[in-house]
Structures are given as structure tokens and as C-alpha cells.
């Protein structure tokens, strides 16, 4: 059963990138301070993410997400796309609730199961299979987390069947030890030709801001 939400968000063409990313700030500011919110994690392409051109493999068609819990989806400011997800965090890092920008940059990766499996059997293989190879070969990755899609929210959302995030405390992290060596690539390169559809996946470098997080 789904536990949150996550929304996504474009930037408007009129708007400059630090604008939109304080716009957005402002609004998780006022859900986190709902009694009722107990997380609210926004991801935002600010201008000022910090991360190397190699973070977007994959252009992302979004400039923002909004991970939410225990606020309605219209307490939120209108997406552009949202579902509802489960979340499960893989990797853990110590980061901040106060609202402050946490080190380094998180890149947002939605995902989409191979042709030849089911969306059980992918989050399946995600949850037991990749996770753990993630972990052992990536040792810049100091915070990961799994978003599994239970459901779309908004009319023609884009056909995800989940959101990864991964945050790197700084470039070089991402850079020089995405992967432990050669083996390590190799190794989270064979799995996911295993469960998912690459191309069709998307990668967006933001800078993260942790309003609450109960995890």
C-alpha cells in the first residue's frame, strides 16, 4: 500500500531556474509546517545543483519532484505529474529537517521495467536483486532510495514503475566513485539489462532540501 506521494514539476520558460527553485521552497516550507506532513523532501534543478555533465545521462522531461507523506496531494502546489508510491530506503545518509540544502546533489531517476517482466517481478528484482549490488559496487552513493509507482495521480503521467534517488555528497564522489572499478560497473551495468528498459529512463541532477523525513 502506497505511503507517499511524489510530484513532479516543469520549470515555466519565463521563469529563471533560482526563482523557480525558491518558489518551490517556500511552498515545502508551508507543507512541512502542517502537524499533519511527516516528510516532505523537495529536489529541485535550482541552477546551483553542483553536479558534473555526466549526471545527465538521460535528460529528464522535469525540473523538480516533491516527495510528500501524510498531506493530500491538492495541499501541494499543482504538478505536472504525481504518483503514488511506496518508499524504501536502501542507503541511508545523516542530512538536515530544518529545510537547509543538504551537501552534494541527488540525482532523480525514474525508471521503467523491461518488456519481459511484470511491475511485481521488476520491484521485485529492484528491492532484493539490485539494491544490493548498488550498494557493494557504488561507494559514492551515500544515500539511496527506492520509490516504487503503485499508481498514477495525474492524467497522462509519464509510464514509470519507479523513482530512484541517489545522492552523491559531492562531484568528485560521483565522478571518480560512482562505481568501486571496472567489476563494479560491469556488475550493476549486467542487472539492469535484467529489469530494466535504459533508454526509456531518465536522469535529473537537483539540489535536495529535507523539510521532515520520518525514515
Not at 508551508?30 to 511527516?38: E, F, K, L, V
Not at 522531461?61 to 516533491?66: E, G, M, S
Not at 511484470?118 to 557504488?138: G, L, P
Request: aromatic share 8%.
Amino acid at each position: 500500500m502506497s505511503d507517499a506521494f511524489i510530484a513532479f514539476y516543469r520549470r515555466p520558460a519565463h521563469e529563471a531556474a533560482q526563482g523557480f527553485g525558491k518558489r518551490l521552497r517556500d511552498a515545502a516550507s508551508a507543507i512541512a509546517s502542517n502537524p499533519r506532513s511527516s516528510v516532505v523532501v523537495l529536489l529541485v534543478d535550482d541552477g546551483v545543483t553542483g553536479a558534473p555533465p555526466e549526471a545527465t545521462a538521460m535528460p529528464s522531461q522535469f525540473d523538480a519532484a516533491l516527495v510528500a507523506c501524510g498531506v493530500s496531494l491538492n495541499e501541494l502546489p499543482a504538478p505536472d505529474a504525481a504518483y503514488a508510491v511506496s518508499r524504501r530506503v536502501i542507503k541511508a545518509r545523516e542530512r538536515g529537517r530544518d529545510g537547509e540544502r543538504s551537501a552534494g546533489f541527488t540525482v532523480v531517476c525514474p525508471s521503467v521495467r523491461a518488456p519481459f517482466l511484470t511491475h511485481d517481478q521488476f520491484d521485485a528484482h529492484w528491492r532484493d536483486n539490485h539494491s544490493r549490488i548498488h550498494v557493494a559496487s557504488s561507494p559514492g552513493t551515500c544515500h539511496y532510495e527506492q520509490l516504487i509507482i503503485d499508481e498514477s495521480l495525474t492524467p497522462d503521467a509519464p509510464s514509470w514503475d519507479g523513482v530512484g534517488l541517489l545522492s552523491f555528497a559531492t562531484a568528485d564522489d560521483y565522478v571518480e566513485r560512482l562505481f568501486d572499478g571496472p567489476q563494479g560497473q560491469q556488475a550493476i551495468f549486467d542487472d539492469i539489462a535484467r529489469f530494466l528498459e535504459l533508454q526509456r529512463g531518465e536522469t535529473l541532477p537537483t539540489s535536495e532540501y529535507v523539510y521532515r523525513d520520518d525514515a
